[in-house]
């Protein structure tokens, strides 16, 4: 009987003894990766992004610079097209870029303290230190850890996984999934370089808004027998030329509180119209005692908007219309912080969120939902209609 006893205490000590060998092996591996992903000086990093929500999966290339203690630069360029955004943020505050259309905005934000964004290791490094149910199971080759997401979509995307390499002790993949764990986004890691560090001025916005003294576009080039050319000499000291024509008008819509030309019925001055039609997209969230109640077109200065209306206990507005190239990338203001929606980034305040993707602009406002709601919002806008 004695004999048996002893035999069960034995057990019962190898049972704790294993169980606290793994507590303290998932402590172990998190500390590392605090210290090599959050406490490292710079970094740069490539990585491919997989989008699987809402229609056709897209692909993005991402590359991130960043250089201690608040110094980012982050572009994001979709697969096959010329398309690409940039969000920089050095001393003077917080930027988003977008060159095909030439337009920069500027924030006085903490970004990207309020909002995680998988492809930053720090940010990565702070959701597992976070979550207090973190699960941490191990691989021949690798960690896998599965987390509570922080990002701007945390409510339709709760879930991510995050794959970290045994020997490098590096973030290999991140899976962000929805309430039932299907795959929703997948961020594969290319390549991370641990403390690289970049000079302030290679984080300046300057460098996309001048170039040669010029602003928004490159001066233009030499003939070959050393002469200006014909066209490059009128567009320099021809009072009439199209551009000192455009900065006249640029220079009266500034004046318009509108920025536009009642009378006439023009495009805004010191922009164009990059796509002349669009379809109207509808939100497809399905929540409860909410429904669209409105839907009006307008013709405002030569252009076509589209409003809708939704009423009820989460009631909002989304406007939209084509979108509009900006002849010079000058930094325009803009409240709120920059959000990362997956296929663009946008603007979001307390009260509201734009962005523009696929030649439209869009702006919802909303008194009732939350920053995350109006994230689901524009998440869910198709041109398939109300589902």
């Given at each position: ?365 909303s008194s009732k939902l939350t920053r995350e709601e109006m994230v689901e919002v524009a998440a869910s806008m198709t ?5």
């Amino acid at each position: 009987m004695g004999n048996r006893i002893v035999k069960w205490l034995v057990l019962l000590c190898t049972i704790l003894l294993l169980s606290a060998c793994g507590a303290a092996s998932q402590e172990k591996v998190l500390k590392k990766v605090n210290g090599k992903w959050a406490e490292t000086n710079g970094y740069e990093l490539n990585a491919t992004m997989e989008i699987k929500s809402g229609g056709e999966p897209r692909k993005y290339d991402v590359t991130v610079w960043h250089t201690k203690p608040d110094f980012y630069r982050v572009e994001v360029v979709e697969s096959g097209k010329d398309v690409s955004q940039m969000i920089v943020r050095n001393a003077d505050g917080v930027f988003v870029v977008t060159p095909t259309l030439n337009k920069m905005y500027k924030f006085q934000s903490d970004w990207p303290k309020k909002n995680s964004q998988a492809y930053l290791i720090g940010a990565l490094a702070e959701d597992l230190a976070e979550d207090k149910n973190l699960v941490m199971k191990e691989e021949d080759k690798a960690y896998i850890f599965e987390a509570a997401t922080r990002n701007s979509y945390k409510n339709s995307m709760p879930h991510q996984v995050i794959t970290v390499d045994k020997k490098t002790m590096l973030p290999t993949s991140v899976v962000i999934m929805n309430d039932v764990k299907e795959e929703q986004i997948r961020i594969t890691f290319k390549n991370i370089k641990l403390g690289v560090q970049h000079a302030a001025k290679e984080y300046a916005v300057e460098q996309f808004t001048e170039t040669d003294g010029t602003k928004g576009e490159q001066a233009a080039p030499p003939a070959k027998d050393g002469k200006d050319s014909k066209e490059n000499k009128e567009s320099t000291d021809n009072k009439d030329s199209k551009e000192n024509k455009e900065n006249k008008e640029n220079k009266e819509s500034t004046d318009n509180k509108d920025g536009k030309d009642e009378k006439e019925g023009k495009e805004a001055v010191g922009a164009e119209v990059e796509y002349k039609e669009f379809q109207t997209h509808y939100p497809v969230v399905n929540w409860a005692n909410t429904k669209m109640v409105d839907e009006k077109v307008i013709q405002d200065g030569g252009m076509e908007r589209v409003i809708l209306t939704f009423e009820g206990d989460k009631a909002f507005t989304v406007m939209q219309q084509p979108v509009t190239k900006g002849t010079a990338m000058l930094p325009v203001s803009t409240p709120g912080d920059p959000v990362d929606l997956g296929f663009t980034i946008g603007a979001i305040t307390d009260t509201s969120i734009s962005w523009e993707k696929d030649g439209v602009a869009f702006f919802v406002a909303s008194s009732k939902l939350t920053r995350e709601e109006m994230v689901e919002v524009a998440a869910s806008m198709t041109k398939s209609g109300m589902k």
